[in-house]
């Protein structure tokens, strides 16, 4: 990965660099106009948030069931994370919404189960900074539950009520609009991969001052 | 000892000693009406509560109640060290989840006992047209809930601020109970019951209770060992 | 007869063959859905909302975008900082300690 880092900076850097550009030059949609630009970021912070999601619960079943304490620095980072990308993709979603469908928020699948996501991840943060000691095991346990719990949360919310956009606008996006969207996607995993390396890393040094205060003592 | 008679043991001393005491049932049954209670300003128009806001009621007062139910039940294991003996008996954990999973899952079958008819008497829901869809979509739900609620109500007896955090962590969690519990009781109160609906949203609690209960008792061992 | 160190391996494996089918079973019961309870229109023609600016809307969100980047990026430097300069501090107490 420190070999890898400055590579995926390099590259980050410069997906972002060139992402307004593609953004600005794709074609106007035809019925909601520039507000559609939103799509490109808000969908692809979408994405990496499950995908942080799906990383933290993976990281927490390692930990919990291998006992690797690195496994336990990832799921941490990844919640963190997940909680900052639900952040933005929470914020966006709405301001795209006021415009097409005329209201803030919608009680619909999609919008419920991020928020039910962010709830959880908020709770995994919450644990671990006021849990006291033993609190990584239990937050693990809410990062495992919180993935295991994405299909339940959209199928439910799915019968319920559903007005976003379903699943089928991204496959059927026209040319000249999946190129800037999947360019966005890339930049923000690109994104994603390194500021999760950056928060590990701080988690490991962290361990590593636990040691030494340890060690101190003794 | 076998995992089978471990499990009935633990779940017997708790509802042994609820049977003494009478605290838990006491305390949620009156947290329970005073929670309908307050629904009643919010969902009742001109005498009559609105659609679909009995279902609602129900679901959301037995979550409540299961909260309280739920920490008093594990905070007596805490105030007598219990928790910790049982955990270094030589036993299977797992066989203590599910003894706890089934002392608690009864507590809150005995509460909604109670609740489900004041419900019925209270906002007049016909919840009993389809007795056999209701009680199965109350013990999927209430399984499901109970199942959760046991795995991090255990994890939290230990920890700091318990009070505050089992509500925030159960409440998201289990919100699939909620949403299959109260749309599954709305479809079955709709003058034409909706049957294929409420199959729906019966196999999705039971989906939810398989998946749950299986991760619940693969979590409580590694989770609660020291 | 088995040894029990080769039976909780046996376990193991079961348990994760059985979370790794239930994995693969989850999305497509999720995606074998029956149609939504309730139809619901999208509003994307409100009469109010057309005469609304979009481009403050954008703005906005790609601001928000960035802020939380930033941001992020910003207490990530600091905390790193700290955590170095502790580890500094207290790697000089320990070789000081030693030479006492």
Redo the contacts between chains.
Sequence with gaps: MRRLFPVLLVLCMALFAYAPFLILNAPYESTMGLVQKIFYFHVSTAITMFVSAFTCGIASAIFLFGRRPAADRVGFAAAELTVLLGLVVLISGPLWARKAWGLWWQWDARLTSTLVMWLVFQAYLLLRRFGGPGSEKLAAAVGLFGAALVPFVYWSVNMWRTVHPTTNVVPTLDASMRGPFLWCVAAFLCLYVLLLAARTELEKRRARLDELYLALED | MTFLSTATLVARKDLLVEARSREVIYTSLLFAISCMLVFAFGLVKEGRVIADAAGAILWITIAFAGTLALSRIFDRERQNETLRALLLAPTPRAAIYVGKFAGVLGLLLLVEGIVVPLVVLMFDAQLFRHTGWMLGLLLAGSAGYAAVGTLFAAMLARSRSRGALLPVLLYPITVPVIIGGVRGTAALLQPEADLVLARAWLMMLIAFDAVFITLSLWTFEPAMTE | MTSPVSKTKRMRVL?AT??AV?LLI??A??HR??P???G?V???Q?P??EQ?P??P??A???A??WA??LL??FS?WK??GT??R??AD??K??EA?SRR
Excluded: K, S
């Design positions: 348990r059985f979370v239930l989850l999305p019961i999720a859905q029956p939504a309870q309730e619901f999208p509003v994307d409100l109010g909302a609304m979009a481009a809307l954008v906005a969100a790609y928000v975008a939380a980047v992020y990026l990530i905390r790193l955590v170095e502790e580890l207290v790697a107490r320990i300690g």
